[in-house]
Structures are given as structure tokens and as C-alpha cells.
Nanobody, 122 residues
Framework: QVQLVESGGGLVQYGGSLRLSCAASGSIFDISGMGWYRQAPGKERELVAGISTGGNTNYANAVKGRFTISMDNAKNTVYLHMNSLNPEDTAVYYC????????????????WGQGTQVTVSS
């Protein structure tokens, strides 16, 4: 069984920083594409940042220049470095993996973590 476990959320003041981590565990051969999403109360879940197997990244306009996504392939862990946080960043942040190879020809798709709360006080 493959799991994604997020950590690093919490309460931070306006202008502060946080680093979220998402570790994949289980029988993992490799992971293709990971991303961070967030969902604020009353809003739909939205993509915050994504990173491909080759290291290409993409960001939501609202976080460009403030957030950085990175991945440690050896640890099957993806990070989200968040700087200059503001109250509009308050949300539950979810980690997602597009595809995880769990065997020579076995894959699981669209795997989600349980989420971690980020709250930014004004």
C-alpha cells in the first residue's frame, strides 16, 4: 500500500515562512509527477505547484515568486517552501502524486495525502 504523508503545516504570522513536506511510503519503484494543492473554506481545491519527473515546475499565479516546489527522488519526498505568506494562503494543503510505479508493470494513479492545515494570521 502506498501512502503520502504531509507535514510542516501550522500557524504563522503574515509575512512568515513555512516548509511543507510530503513523503511517499510503501513499495515504490518511482514516482511520476507530484504536486501541491490547497483548499480554503468554501472554495474548490486548486493547484498550487507541480513538479515533473524531469524537474520542470509550474506554479499558480498567486504564489509565483513566493513558493518553491522541490523533490528529493531518493527519499520520495516533495517539499513546498512558502515565503511571504499572507492570510489568503490559509488553507488545507494536499500532496498529490500523478503516478507511482509499485512494481515492474504495476502502477497506482492520482494518490492523495491527508492534508495539512496552514493558517496565516494577519
Amino acid at each position: 500500500q502506498v501512502q503520502l504523508v504531509e507535514s510542516g503545516g501550522g500557524l504563522v504570522q503574515y509575512g512568515g515562512s513555512l516548509r511543507l513536506s510530503c513523503a511517499a511510503s510503501g513499495s515504490i519503484f518511482d514516482i511520476s509527477g507530484m504536486g501541491w494543492y490547497r483548499q480554503a473554506p468554501g472554495k474548490e481545491r486548486e493547484l498550487v505547484a507541480g513538479i515533473s519527473t524531469g524537474g520542470n515546475t509550474n506554479y499558480a499565479n498567486a504564489v509565483k515568486g513566493r513558493f518553491t516546489i522541490s523533490m528529493d527522488n531518493a527519499k520520495n519526498t516533495v517539499y513546498l517552501h512558502m515565503n511571504s505568506l499572507n492570510p489568503e494562503d490559509t488553507a488545507v494543503y494536499y500532496c498529490n502524486a500523478d503516478r507511482i510505479r509499485i512494481g515492474p508493470l504495476r502502477f497506482v494513479y492520482d494518490v492523495w495525502g491527508q492534508g495539512t492545515q496552514v493558517t496565516v494570521s494577519s
